[in-house]
């Protein structure tokens, strides 16, 4: 099972031997199983599963999250924006690539590269292409960079929820 950045995006299937395009759409700002819906700044649960030859999301409040399924394509957790705030602005694209290029060469910061390559998936600059394992079991994402013509294979390194905060911070404040 995979963590997969919660956006509208096409992701390429790595199950089965043909490869497959899924289209992944937003949250319907709703919970699939009590139908309420989720108020600004709530935290709720998104789960991919496949059906037949489409991936169906589910979001889930997070008091109604009964955890991802066996066969779950891919799940994350996020929390509902506030429609009315104020939209808050990344720097250019090719700012966040050269940053991303420089945290390649920082020991101990392999979990802020990481989170920054699936924002910047979800930014449509890296196409997410598979993931896969070293030989010495090491989870690895991946992914391309059409402007560069570049493929990446980027260690998972997944931070745990009190890390994955600090690292959104911190690139808020340098990125941002």
């Known amino acids: ?27 319907p ?21 496949e059906d037949g030859v489409e991936l169906k999301r589910l979001d889930y409040a997070a008091e109604a ?12 957790k996020s929390q509902m924006p506030d ?11 090719d700012v966040m690539l050269d940053f991303w290029d420089r945290l390649a060469d920082q020991p101990g910061r392999e979990d802020m590269r990481y989170v920054l390559t699936l924002l910047l998936v979800r930014r449509r600059v890296f196409r997410w ?6 030989e010495a079991g090491q989870e690895t994402l991946v992914v391309h960079c ?5 493929t ?7 931070p745990d929820d009190a890390r994955a905060n600090q ?8 990125l941002r």
Request: negative net charge; hydrophobic residues 30%.
């Open 65 to 76: 999250w009964p955890g991802p399924p066996e066969d779950a394509f891919g799940w994350w």
């Open 152 to 158: 990446y294979e980027v260690p998972a390194v997944l």
């Open 83 to 93: 429609r009315t705030a104020a939209k808050k602005h990344w720097a250019p694209n």
């Open 1 to 27: 099972m995979a963590y997969l950045p919660p956006s509208h995006s096409r992701f390429v299937s790595p199950h089965g031997s043909s490869a497959m395009d899924y289209d992944v759409q937003h949250s």
């Open 29 to 49: 700002r709703r919970c699939s199983k009590t139908d309420r819906e989720f108020a600004p700044g709530e935290t709720y649960y998104s789960v991919l599963v």
């Open 146 to 150: 059409p402007r560069r013509d570049a």
């Open 167 to 174: 690292i959104q911070e911190e690139l808020a404040e340098l």
């Open 129 to 134: 292409e598979e993931e896969k394992r070293t």
